[in-house]
């Protein structure tokens, strides 16, 4: 994907899959994910709506790495029930891959060292 700004109708497939994808992903609770709070942040996808590039945040932070292996091991079965959900919007599912939202945890720096 390159940086040229999204099309409108990027953006209305984007938001969608976001609020599918965290209900999704609410669905599974924080049993699934060892008592992790998992949020879907961002979602951007390529202009031919194919990839979706899927942004999480993780509180807390110590449960990253896992709550990523996680989410990658179960993204067929994540991305199937996608499919389910935006079947009569999109002709094909996008591919799903998911990536770290580090946002918060610069944010969470950042006021630490103003308060030092």
Do not use: C, W
């Not at 932070?61 to 990523?68: A, E, F, G």
């Amino acid at each position: 994907m390159d940086n040229k700004p999204a099309g409108t109708r990027q953006l209305k497939v984007a938001r969608e899959l976001q609020r599918d994808l965290a209900e999704i992903i609410r669905s599974k609770g924080m049993g699934m994910f060892g008592g992790a709070m998992v949020t879907v942040s961002e979602v951007r996808i390529s202009p031919d709506l194919s990839v979706a590039k899927v942004f999480v945040s993780i509180f807390p932070s110590d449960k990253q790495d896992s709550v990523m292996h996680i989410l990658e091991e179960n993204k067929k079965a994540i991305r199937g029930e996608l499919g389910r959900e935006v079947a009569s919007q999109l002709r094909i599912v996008p591919e799903i891959d998911f990536f770290l939202d580090t946002s918060l945890d610069y944010a969470q720096r950042i006021e630490e060292l103003l308060r030092k």
